[in-house]
């Protein structure tokens, strides 16, 4: 089946976004949330972090210790990269189990991924959106949604890919500032994508 990858930086509206995909009928893959999820349930990936990071990375009542864990990758990229190495391919299996219920007749499916490009799963899309909107408009929606203050959102943001450089690597684009529709970008794209699904089935 044809697949759409969707990305963005933090609060640029990747998953209101993904809403009106979902209004369309298409489904959409949250592998962020399919992420945070597989960590207490995906058996191997739970065995992969107890013995990369310790058994005490899981409570004996089998809940993940994000303080632990959070401990030790915080600030550490070459252990972020070792849990990422863990993560990433339970995320491709879970897509995987995923796409196998999804209704066959649907003419696309939708992942929505904030490593979407850093993780390869681009690679497994057939084509790929960025969602971008301004600097202080994404500050200004993430301290709104999560509570937060503007360094706890910077300090997020600068962990991230630079949307420049994702950019490159994208192959369409959602404009998500307070000018630009994202009802009417998505409909233009729905169709594109409508006609490549079609293409790609004849
Ligand atoms: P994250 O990477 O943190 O998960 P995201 O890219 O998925 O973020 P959303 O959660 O979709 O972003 O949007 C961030 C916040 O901004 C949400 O509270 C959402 O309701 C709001 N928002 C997004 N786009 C718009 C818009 N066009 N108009 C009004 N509010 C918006």
């Known amino acids: 089946m044809y697949k759409v990858g969707i990305t963005g930086g933090i609060g640029s509206g990747k998953t209101t976004v993904c809403k009106v995909f979902e209004v369309l009928g298409i489904p959409v893959f949250y592998a962020d949330t399919v992420a945070k999820q597989i960590m207490v349930t995906d058996q191997l990936l739970v065995d992969g972090v107890r013995s990369a990071f310790g058994v005490e990375s899981y409570a004996s009542d089998g809940k993940l210790n994000n303080k632990h864990l959070a401990g030790i990758v915080f600030n550490n990229e070459a252990e972020l990269a070792k849990l990422n190495a863990l993560v990433h391919p339970a995320v491709f299996r879970a897509f995987g189990e995923w796409e196998k219920q999804v209704d066959p ?62 950019a490159k690597m994208a192959n369409h684009f959602i404009t998500n500032d307070e000018q630009h529709s994202i009802i009417e970008q998505v409909l233009v794209l729905h169709q594109q994508f409508l006609f490549a699904a079609g293409n790609i089935q004849l």
Do not use: W
Not at 124 to 138: F, G, Q, R
Not at 144 to 149: F, G, K, L
């Open 105 to 166: 007749t649907v003419p696309y499916t939708l992942k929505e991924a904030a490593l979407l490009f850093e993780s390869g799963s681009y690679k497994m899309c057939d084509t790929s959106i960025l969602v971008t909107a301004p600097l202080n408009l994404k500050l200004a929606r993430v301290m709104h949604r999560d509570q937060v203050s503007a360094e706890q959102v910077n300090a997020r943001m600068d962990k991230q890919m630079t949307d420049e450089a994702k």
